[in-house]
C-alpha cells in the first residue's frame, strides 16, 4: 500500500485547506480504518482525526472537532480532510495512515501504512 498525501500548503488563521491523500495498491473492498495524523518536529504524532468505513463512523482529536471534517472516496481510493478555521497551532507535517484492524482510535502504533506527509503552515 502506498499513501500519498497532498494539498498542503500556507494559510492565514481563519482560512481553509482541503487535504486529500490517494492510495495506491490498496484493495478496495477491505474494510480498514482511515486516519489523519500530524507531527510538529520534536513533538509525538498524533492523531487528528478517523473515519471507519465499516459504518461510517468518525473521531476527532477534541482541539480540532467542530472545524475538521475527515471523509472519503471508495471508488478513487482518497481520504479527505476538510480544515476550516485554522490556527497557528494547527501548523504541523499531516500524514494519512491506514489501519487494517479499524481500531476507530487515533494511536499511531495502531497504523499500518502510512504517507509521506504535507506540510500545513497557518501564519497569525
Known amino acids: 500500500v502506498q499513501l500519498v498525501e497532498s494539498g498542503g500548503g500556507l494559510v492565514q488563521a481563519g482560512g481553509s485547506l482541503r487535504l486529500s491523500c490517494v492510495a495506491s495498491g490498496f484493495t478496495s473492498d477491505v474494510d480498514s480504518g482511515l486516519a489523519w495524523f500530524r507531527q510538529v518536529p520534536g513533538k509525538e504524532r498524533e492523531g487528528v482525526a478517523c473515519?471507519?468505513?465499516?459504518?461510517?463512523?468518525?473521531y476527532y482529536a477534541a482541539n480540532v472537532n467542530g472545524r475538521f471534517t475527515i471523509s472519503s472516496d471508495k471508488a478513487k481510493n482518497t481520504v479527505y480532510l476538510q480544515m476550516n478555521n485554522l490556527k497557528p497551532e494547527d501548523t504541523a507535517i499531516y500524514f494519512c495512515a491506514v489501519d487494517m484492524g479499524d481500531s476507530r482510535e487515533l494511536v499511531a502504533h495502531k497504523y499500518d501504512c502510512w504517507g509521506q506527509g504535507t506540510q500545513v503552515t497557518v501564519s497569525s
Open positions: 473515519l471507519s468505513p465499516m459504518d461510517g463512523s468518525n
